[in-house]
């Protein structure tokens, strides 16, 4: 069955962090497996507002514990689809409960590869509900061979970059950013 999975993925052209020979970089840097997820996010150049967001959140220190965590990263491209406007604001310190559920909308509280991603979405039929530490429920599904997350009003992030390995989890970056229901972005 784990070959066949693996087939299946392979062929889907997800890699895995099981089966492949090393880590993945994420925006050119290295990510070190024997790292946390606040570490190596602060080393990567296409993840700089998510780190903002999460240093003005009060959340770096919880992404720094031994977790386990899988934190879908959303890359600086995703949070320039949100107006200056909103993101400036939502990095007020008045605003910070509002970007602490909106970032947590973007872990869970297991450690999840690709793999396990994709075996829960076939075991569920094509769809798997994934509840996050914010409290948000997202679709995971496979389309076009590709990882995808739709959030609660109906936004949908693709995963770019999977099983990034990390000391205190896995992170699979994404190319939107995440919100609760009923927000807009």
């Known amino acids: 069955m784990k ?8 062929a889907a052209g997800i890699a895995t962090a099981a089966f492949a020979a090393e880590n993945p970089t994420v925006g050119g840097a290295p990510m070190m497996a024997d790292m946390t997820i606040a570490e190596n996010a602060s080393a990567a150049p296409n993840l700089t507002t998510l ?13 720094m514990s031994d977790g386990p965590f899988t934190v879908f990263a959303p890359t600086n491209d995703a949070f320039g689809m949100i107006s200056e406007a909103s993101l400036n604001a939502l990095l007020e310190e ?10 947590t909308c973007h872990v869970v509280a297991t450690e999840a590869f690709s793999t396990d991603i994709a075996g829960m979405i076939a075991d569920d039929g094509g769809m798997h509900v994934v509840p996050t530490v914010g409290g948000c429920s997202l679709e995971a599904y496979m389309e076009g061979g590709e990882l995808k997350l739709k959030d609660e009003n109906g936004r949908v992030a693709t995963v770019t970059t999977a099983d990034v390995d990390q000391s205190n989890g896995v992170v699979h970056v994404i190319d939107r950013v995440i919100l609760p229901g009923g927000q807009a972005g």
């Open 3 to 10: 070959t066949k999975l693996f087939t299946a993925l392979a």
């Open 51 to 63: 780190v903002a967001a999460v240093k003005a959140a009060g959340l770096a220190e919880t992404l």
């Open 94 to 103: 008045g605003n910070k409960a509002q970007l602490q559920q909106i970032l």
